[in-house]
């Protein structure tokens, strides 16, 4: 791995091949005009298309590049995570392969990062060619995190950003198996500010992010920084016990001062459905916090790497991150 590089660009792809060359393109025309050495990480997670070939060949003639093959797919979250481990520059840029988000804002974050700002994310104004449902449910996800956690997570944001060295050692020390990366990031702190732009629509292939795996990465932001939901659930609790035994107080006056017993089969079976929700609910939410603590115990890596090419020589990584294979 180069010690000389300044910047370390990190690129997670899942079956990119139709948009990876433009990509490599961009990238090395913005990177270009800076002057300064850098180098390019792509981070194959477990692409089933010519992705991870498509770089290999590229990483034989251009000593930029460099590229991280995963022995399957591990995730988004754990894709950047394993390019931060590999990055040896001062300033570490993460950027996805599918060009939503324009590298040319690369040079925006970096002039902010020179002003003395260790984190620069870009926070969106615009999300062009997605969906009503989807613009609504993010911006949905960002209000309810916010509200949720005590940690200041900007809305609007992905994991465009970039990173100084000192902030992406402390990430290196973080061992959370189920990651949400821009949480993190926040988390650790020092001095971050935020650079604007209209978010692109995708230049070929289909998001990697369909509503499966959105609720997962929601999932993730809410209960790696928030146990609200648990006393959400303790709250609606006692709620619920209050509204049932004023409900109790109504039916025994019917049955002692009106003569009426009530009729109530439906209405008995509506509240026995009500609570019984309730307890699936919570039991749900408590099942979610206790297999995150199973997936903490269980003690394996984050990822495991089937090989690297343009990586001459590879740093100390974290060891509860990854291992070889």
Known sequence: MSAQAKYSVVIPMYNEEAVIQETYRRLKKVMG????????????????????????????????????DFSRNFGHQIAITAGMDYAS?????????DLQDPPELILSMIDKWKEGFEVVYAKRVKRNGETLFKKWS????????RASTDINIPVDTGDFRLMDRKVVEQMKR???????????????????????????????????????????????GIMS?????????????????????IY?????????????????????IGIMLLFDGFVLIMLGVLGEYIGRIYDETKGRPLYIVNEVHGIQQEEQLPAEHTIKA
Request: aromatic fraction near 14%; proline fraction near 3%.
């Open 138 to 145: 993010a911006s949905m996800f960002y209000r309810v995190l």
């Open 33 to 68: 005009t800076l002057q300064e050495a850098y180098e390019l990480i792509f981070v194959n997670d477990g692409s089933r298309d010519q992705s991870a070939e498509i770089i290999k060949d590229y990483s034989c003639w251009d000593d930029t590049v460099k590229l991280i």
């Open 174 to 220: 973080l061992p959370e198996k189920n990651r949400f990366v821009r949480g993190l990031v926040s988390w650790v702190g020092f001095r971050q500010t935020a650079v604007e732009y209209e978010r692109d629509e995708r230049l070929a292939g289909e998001t990697k992010y369909p509503l499966k795996r959105m609720i997962k990465l929601s999932l993730d």
């Open 89 to 97: 520059g001062e300033a570490i840029i993460i950027i996805d392969a």
């Open 225 to 245: 920084f928030s146990y609200k939901p648990l006393k959400l659930a303790g709250y609606a609790g006692i709620t619920l016990s209050i509204l049932g035994f």
């Open 248 to 268: 109790l107080l109504y039916v025994l006056y019917l049955a002692l001062f009106t003569g009426a017993t009530s009729k109530g089969w439906p209405s008995l």
